[in-house]
């Protein structure tokens, strides 16, 4: 076990009634106050994962540990555990002090305790005034922050938020994606976030696993995963990429050389027992490349031609194609692009070695 797992998930198996088994064996350690993203695409087992922490679901078999106690055989309700769903359920016939007091009456804590902390979490959640009103009376954003204060009132171990922030536009989205972020920070429950933006995950997480198919593809920080995903699934979920094919063509003592998209001994990488014939998926960010009409000493170059631009703000990006058809997106600065006197000539794409990243495949 490691010594800083606050949440365990062991050996975890998930089969569904109708026989289909969606995890086989899943073992995820959560640190206390740490801000957990799954990141993953639909029908990868998010939900399912989040619901058997919850307790609304049982593992087939595996064991889940909340801080040092297996909660496994518990019920919702004894877990310390709490979850905030994407459409809100709030109580309709019920106030918002009342929705967000309901945890603490099921407990029954005295009534003066309560308004107290009902007005303590108003006051968090930045809805002061707002007791009285019903949750029909509410904007979506509005609605979202009741069920966070709802979710927090009784102070959990735990927080679940499965896809809390899809049902907002995209302007309120990000303000409430550092809201939640900053609340996290100020109330140091630990977080376990559900969402299937990319974008989301990596401007809220302390660390991110991303899921396919039930099991963990890369557990990391942001900046891990992105800059050196383990697989071709992560290096194409997590952001723009360009995914380009490689081949061993050469073996030295200590490094190997690639043919890149069918282009001669392109790339030299760490010989790690390589051998001839040894396929490899390459990775590299639209924003670490640079189309140059003249190849510097130690980039990577492939020669390649202009087919279309397109602005997107700051900056522009440029979709170039090699010789043998195959389209590379590059992502330039504005003020920073290369300027075409003739688009139909043989240019370059070109980047530092350092920003490739070579997976075997
Ligand atoms: N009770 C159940 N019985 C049978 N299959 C189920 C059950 N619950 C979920 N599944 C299946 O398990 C898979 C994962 O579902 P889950 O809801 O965990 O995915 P998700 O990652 O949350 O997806 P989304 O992003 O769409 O919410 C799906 O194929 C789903 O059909
Ligand atoms: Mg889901």
Not at 117 to 133: A, D, F, H, P
Not at 205 to 213: E, G, L, Y
Request: glycine share 6%; proline share 4%; aromatic share 6%.
């Amino acid at each position: 076990m490691a010594a800083d797992a606050f949440l365990q998930l062991e050996n975890i198996v998930k089969t569904f009634d109708d026989g289909e088994t969606l995890v086989k064996n899943l073992n995820l350690h959560i640190r206390k106050g740490e801000f957990l993203t799954l990141l993953g695409p639909s029908g990868c087992g998010k939900t399912t994962t989040l619901r058997m922490i919850a307790g609304f679901e049982m593992p087939s078999s595996g064991k889940i540990i909340i801080d040092g106690e297996d909660v496994t055989d518990k019920s919702p309700n004894e877990r310390c555990v709490n979850t905030v769903f994407q459409n809100y359920a709030l109580f309709p016939h019920m106030n918002i002090a009342d929705n967000i007091a309901f945890g603490l009456k099921m407990k029954k804590v005295p009534k003066k305790q309560i308004e107290a902390k009902v007005q303590e979490m108003l006051k968090i959640v930045k809805l002061e005034g707002y007791e009285s009103r019903m949750p029909s009376q509410l904007s979506g954003g509005q609605m979202q922050r009741v069920a966070i204060a709802r979710a927090i009132i009784n102070n959990p171990k735990v927080l679940l938020l499965d896809e809390p922030l899809s049902a907002l536009d995209l302007k309120l989205r990000k303000q409430m994606q550092l809201e939640l972020k900053h609340l996290q920070r100020e109330l140091g429950i630990t977080f376990i976030f559900v969402t299937h933006d990319q974008e989301e995950a990596l401007t809220m997480s302390d660390r991110i696993v991303v899921m396919n198919k039930g099991d963990i593809e890369q557990l990391g920080t942001p900046e891990e995963l992105y800059e050196r995903p383990r697989t071709k699934f992560v290096a194409d979920f997590l952001g723009e990429t360009n995914i380009l094919e490689g081949e061993t063509i050469k073996v030295k003592e200590t490094e190997v050389l690639l043919n890149l998209e069918e282009e001669k001994d392109i790339i030299r990488i760490p010989n790690l027992n390589y051998h001839i014939g040894d396929k490899f998926i390459v990775s590299v960010r639209p924003e670490r490349i640079r189309i140059k009409d003249e190849v510097e000493e130690g980039d990577v170059w492939l020669q390649c031609k202009f087919k279309e631009r397109i602005y997107i703000g700051s900056n522009i990006k440029t979709v170039m194609v090699l010789k043998n058809g195959k389209e590379i997106i590059v992502n330039e600065p504005i003020g920073q692009n290369f300027k075409f006197d003739d688009e139909s000539a043989e240019v370059f794409v070109t980047w530092n070695p350092n920003h490739t990243v070579v997976i075997k495949a």
